[in-house]
């Protein structure tokens, strides 16, 4: 059974992450689903899609296990969040609970996030003992800034909604009830603009926002991948998971 479900309503098109028991927690199967969502190309008739969890979180991450963290989940979660940005027409996360570390990336590459006053965003990666690769850096600084980009990388700690929407981090931030409205709202605002207006927008945004890549980008993605497999990442994923303070020694 698919832990992905997609449901259309007219020119809208919403895929749910659909794993409450796991508060959405990302395996390699729903990202290689939603890689592939995000590569189709649209419909004729679609203008927008809305990505939202199920249950009362939106997205807890990438699934940990006690084994440690792989070099090439992060790999994969860059193709996801690339075909994501990419996607010719616009994208809107509707966030509700928490949207940790790929749950906060996840949200932060959609075109406009929708989150409920009560959500929580965190990149709480130092704090088990691995790092954020190149592309998922540039995202978090992208959207943040470096002062607050600096917050959500080094420190780790959990920012609340109303936070983010204050300095111009995420779209909206409502209170829960009226999360359904809002989205509505943006959606059909959506796609009553004209569709190829749309794409040639979104496409020029993305060239724009391209010309800040760093070509020689090797050794630092060299640096972060050493760190996913080094003794601290498995030290802290086990403490994750084990629900206790990890014990780092630097190696």
Not at 193 to 205: E, G, Q
Not at 222 to 236: N, T, V
């Amino acid at each position: 059974m698919s832990l992905i479900r997609v449901e259309r309503a007219g020119p809208v098109r919403t895929v749910i992450l659909d794993r409450p028991e796991k508060r959405n927690a990302l395996n390699e199967e729903m990202m290689t689903e939603i890689r592939q969502l995000f590569l189709d190309e649209p419909p004729a008739d679609e203008r927008v899609t809305v990505i939202r969890g199920e249950g009362p979180s939106f997205c807890a991450g990438l699934q940990l296990a006690t084994s440690g963290v792989e070099p090439e989940a992060a790999q994969l979660i860059e193709s996801m969040f690339d075909a994501v940005q990419r996607y010719p027409l616009p994208v809107v996360a509707r966030v509700q609970g928490s949207a940790i570390a790929g749950g906060c990336e996840l949200a932060l590459h959609c075109d406009f996030t929708v989150a409920a006053e009560t959500a929580r965003f965190a990149m709480p990666l130092a704090q088990i003992g691995v790092a954020t690769t190149w592309f998922l850096t540039k995202k978090i600084m992208e959207a943040a800034g470096p002062v607050m980009g600096r917050e959500f990388l080094l420190l780790g700690d959990p920012l609340g909604a109303p936070r983010l929407h204050d300095l111009g981090i995420i779209a909206r931030s409502v209170p829960e009830a009226d999360m359904d409205a809002e989205v509505t709202a943006i959606t059909d605002r959506l796609a009553a603009n004209a569709p190829m207006s749309l794409r040639a927008m979104k496409a020029i945004m993305l060239k724009q926002m391209s010309i800040f890549d760093m070509p020689e980008r090797q050794p630092e993605t060299a640096i972060a991948d050493a760190i996913w497999d080094s003794h601290d990442a498995r030290e802290g994923v086990r403490a994750r998971v084990e629900k206790r303070k990890p014990n780092f020694t630097g190696e």
